[in-house]
């Protein structure tokens, strides 16, 4: 499928609001790549499709799930606002013709991130929180620690406000968002 066939089943999938962070996430994954070491054009795709399961409903989550024997993370059950992201490797491959391990990995990882994060699992993270609809204060620090070329200081700063968010709503924090955290911690303090 190409990226302009992808779009266009996104416009039919997403609403207006998810389809234009979709859009916009593309390209700020594609403008960011080169900054994390990671390739462009996967980036692009993987910004297109990080969200491509947003819109589900549980019923057709649990389809997709039947059909292509998917095992959600056990804290799905618990925290519905996960689902999308480890029901999304599924529906890119099955939807979007998408068989690339790297770009399924970023899409699995975009929301709980994980320690020891691959280039493209690193860029579309950030860029899901930087691209330009993103109105949160946090972006727009985040937005000046990228143009300043600190890439893993945006992430740890990005993984640390989502955790205090979760915190804040009262919800569960995934174990991977604490591990992804402390790995990029301690990283940064070998380094120094
Ligand atoms: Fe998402
Ligand atoms: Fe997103």
């Known amino acids: 499928m190409t990226e302009e066939q ?79 992201a480890f029901i999304g490797p599924a529906v890119a491959k099955a939807d979007y013709g998408v068989d690339d391990e790297e770009i399924l990995s970023a899409i699995y990882y975009h929301t709980t991130a994980k320690a020891d994060m691959t280039p493209l699992e690193k860029v579309i993270y950030i860029a899901d929180m930087t691209e330009p609809g993103r109105k949160m204060e946090q972006s ?20 640390g406000s989502s955790i205090c968010f979760v915190i804040k709503k009262g919800s569960l924090i995934h174990p991977d968002s604490v591990y992804a955290l402390n790995f990029l911690i301690e990283n940064r303090r070998k380094s120094n």
């Not at 609403?15 to 979709?22: A, G, I, K, Q, V």
């Not at 095992?71 to 689902?83: G, S, T, V």
């Open 6 to 84: 992808m779009i266009a089943r996104l416009k039919t999938e997403l609403n207006e609001h998810r389809f234009n962070h979709t859009l916009g996430v593309a390209a700020e994954a594609r403008r960011w790549a080169p900054l994390y070491g990671a390739d462009p054009d996967k980036a692009y795709v993987a910004g297109l499709l990080h969200d491509c399961a947003k819109n589900f409903s549980l019923d057709r989550v649990r389809e997709y799930c039947e059909r292509y024997s998917v095992k959600l993370d056990p804290y799905c059950m618990k925290e519905k606002a996960l689902i999308h």
């Open 140 to 159: 727009a620090e985040l937005r000046r620690m990228l143009e300043q070329g600190d890439a893993d200081g945006a992430l740890i700063h990005g993984i």
